[in-house]
């Protein structure tokens, strides 16, 4: 399942409304629980992901999960 909740939706993060930059839509895939944003981390980047650029994602991702 995808979608897509805009900043005028209800079910639109608390957290991410307070913040000065927020995107006006946001898109998932899967189910949708706005306490998915209790704890979250952003990563922005290109569309076209270099290999060093995986490798370095993958790396961080590894380590903050240990964290908890």
């Known amino acids: 399942m995808q979608g897509t909740i805009t900043y ?7 957290r991410l409304k307070n913040h000065s930059e ?3 839509k946001l ?3 899967g189910t949708y ?3 998915l944003f209790d704890v979250c981390l952003g990563i922005v ?3 076209r992901m270099t ?7 993958r790396c961080l991702c590894r380590k903050l999960s240990r964290m908890g």
């Open 22 to 24: 927020m995107p006006k």
């Open 8 to 14: 005028w939706d209800r079910d639109y993060p608390r």
């Open 33 to 35: 629980e706005e306490s």
């Open 45 to 47: 980047g290109s569309r």
């Open 27 to 29: 898109y998932y895939r």
């Open 51 to 57: 290999e060093y650029g995986k490798k370095v994602i």
